[in-house]
T-cell receptor
Framework: DAGVIQSPRHEVTEMGQEVTLRCKPI?????LFWYRQTMMRGLELLIY????????DSGMPEDRFSAKMPNASFSTLKIQPSEPRDSAVYFC?????????????FGPGTRLLVL | KQEVTQIPAALSVPEGENLVLNCSFTDSAIYNLQWFRQDPGKGLTSLLL?????REQTSGRLNASLDKSSGRSTLYIAASQPGDSATYLC???????????FGKGTRLSVIA
């Protein structure tokens, strides 16, 4: 398996633009997580899905953020409109089960810069 | 609300030294604890997972211990190498159906 795949790897955009981040989890995994990492706040969980259904989105900072998982092999995180404070690295992770011995597998991240 | 703290934020040691990274958590009623490694520009890779009933886990030169009652875990790295340079993150899970809560990490530099 290729692991968790994220695209794009880097994104530079201007304030006010819409940004869409994409994730393909590991095949067979039933949990998918979106995280945001900054120097100030560390790694924050934004939202996670189980079997394509959002379970907890309490970490989503504002209504400008939305996430979808239309099928088991694809998820998007959208920011509209984007702001400079959204600049961060966004990680997607997947796992088989939530509390099993198996851990979460992280993608390489998308580095977002909003000017 | 569970909070995870890692001290120090950064550490620099000469090659060959044994070292300890620290992790503390505010709610001792955890389900399990994991240590991750993050290389610059990369995602996280799991190193060790300790269930709440365990006291330690070992993998090669790495040993992680867990003291639930005091809300602490340590990651011991023996005979450090320049390739160990990375950021090490600690994460805890409060129950069987809750996600991980991460610390901010310790950035380790091993100098040759």
């Amino acid at each position: 398996d290729a692991g968790v795949i994220q695209s794009p790897r880097h994104e530079v955009t201007e304030m006010g633009q819409e940004v869409t981040l994409r994730c393909k989890p590991i095949s067979g995994h039933d949990y998918l997580f979106w995280y945001r990492q900054t120097m100030m706040r560390g790694l924050e969980l934004l939202i996670y899905f189980n079997n394509n259904v959002p379970i907890d989105d309490s970490g989503m900072p504002e209504d400008r953020f939305s996430a979808k998982m239309p099928n088991a092999s694809f998820s998007t995180l959208k920011i509209q409109p984007s702001e400079p404070r959204d600049s961060a690295v966004y990680f997607c992770a997947s796992s088989f089960g939530l509390a099993r011995q198996e851990t979460q597998y992280f993608g390489p991240g998308t580095r977002l810069l909003v000017l | 609300k569970q909070e995870v703290t890692q001290i120090p934020a950064a550490l620099s040691v000469p090659e060959g030294e044994n070292l300890v990274l620290n992790c503390s958590f505010t709610d001792s009623a955890i389900y399990n604890l994991q240590w991750f490694r993050q290389d610059p520009g990369k995602g996280l890779t799991s190193l060790l997972l300790i269930q709440s009933s365990q006291r330690e886990q070992t993998s090669g030169r790495l040993n992680a211990s867990l003291d639930k009652s005091s809300g602490r875990s340590t990651l011991y790295i023996a005979a450090s190498q320049p390739g160990d340079s990375a950021t090490y993150l600690c994460a805890v899970r409060n129950s069987g159906n809750t996600p991980l809560v991460f610390g901010k990490g310790t950035r380790l530099s091993v100098i040759a």
